[in-house]
């Protein structure tokens, strides 16, 4: 058995078709640059305003970090104190567990919180906007949550603070993020 083949033109030599060229054609290119160019604005705007966040929430977090800081050197001082000696909304004066007087103040313009103890000045914020103690004494109101003011400093067992801290981003049209903290913590030295 035999085979035979037919002998025709070649299909590669390309005779009786047209020739084909690859290629790109201007709508095709003008298209395709369009899209990148959104594409591109797309990744740079999301870039961008990912930056941003993360900058704002750093900040956050080291004000929020400064802050609870602050209330647990301050609460641990409290807590130790001997008595109360000395109250204004802004300011308050304990005796140690040494025996030695212990300030906090809090100034306005300066806007800072500044412990005074054994010689040594610290500032325990900065950037603080409003700042206020409370003194109570640890018998509660009945129905309530809320203790008695003292009828001396000296009764004075629980001391509350509540403050409140901002700070502006310059990177970001000086935008400002703020924080607060508030405790109430009972001296138990006493």
């Known amino acids: 058995m035999s085979i035979s083949r037919r002998r025709g033109p070649s299909r590669c030599s390309g005779a009786g078709r ?10 095709e290119m003008m298209v395709a640059g369009g899209l990148s160019v959104v594409v591109g604005l797309a990744i740079a705007l999301l870039a961008y305003y990912s930056g941003n966040s993360f900058v704002v929430m750093g900040d956050y977090v080291n004000l929020a970090q400064q802050g609870q800081l602050a209330l647990d050197k301050m609460a641990k001082d409290i807590r130790q104190a001997r008595a109360l000696t000395g109250y204004a909304t802004n300011s308050i004066t304990l005796l140690d567990v040494n025996g030695n007087a212990l300030f906090y103040a809090f100034d306005p ?20 906007d ?21 009828a001396y400093v000296t009764n004075t067992r629980l001391v ?31």
């Open 160 to 190: 509350e603070v509540t403050w409140s801290c901002s700070t502006a981003i310059p990177s970001l049209n000086d935008a400002i993020i703020d924080t607060g903290q508030s405790a109430q913590i009972a001296l138990r030295n006493h």
């Open 18 to 27: 047209a020739q084909v060229r690859h290629g790109f054609t201007l709508v």
């Open 109 to 128: 313009t300066a806007r800072t919180l500044t412990r005074c103890g054994g010689g040594v000045t610290n500032q325990y914020l900065t950037g603080c």
């Open 130 to 150: 409003m700042l206020n103690f409370w003194i109570y004494q640890h018998t509660v109101i009945s129905n309530t949550f809320d203790c008695y003011a003292p």
